[in-house]
């Protein structure tokens, strides 16, 4: 049974930071692609940020420099650290293994003002 739990979500002010984390069971994490998306209601999932199992990172433009995707295959762990925070980043955050199609619950990130 795959199991996927984000966190590391909550509530910061605009320019502050946030460090995600996801743990992955059931799957054989260090083989697989790993997404962080998100949403916000209304929208389809975005896929923020993308690590492959070589450690190769790829971002969507809106977070380039800001946010930093990494893994710890050791411990079948996801990370997004996140600096630099604005309002349109508030969404809930989701991470997956990009080509599976098992989703965990998401973490709420709300960015104020």
């Known amino acids: 049974q795959v199991r996927i739990v984000e966190s590391g979500g909550g509530l910061v002010q605009s320019g502050g930071s946030l460090r995600l984390s996801c743990t992955v069971s059931?799957?054989?994490?260090?083989?697989?692609?790993m997404g962080w998306y998100r949403q916000t209601p209304g929208t389809q999932r975005e896929l923020v940020a993308a690590?492959?199992?070589?450690?190769?990172?790829n971002y969507t433009n809106s977070v380039k420099d800001r946010f930093t995707i990494s893994r710890d295959n050791a411990w079948n762990t996801l990370f997004l650290q996140m600096d630099s925070l604005k309002l349109e980043d508030t969404a809930v955050y989701y991470c997956?293994?990009?080509?599976?199609?098992?989703w965990g619950r998401g973490t709420q990130v709300t960015v104020s003002s």
């Open positions: 059931g799957i054989n994490f260090k083989i697989y692609q």
């Open positions: 997956k293994p990009v080509s599976s199609p098992y």
């Open positions: 690590i492959t199992s070589g450690g190769s990172t």
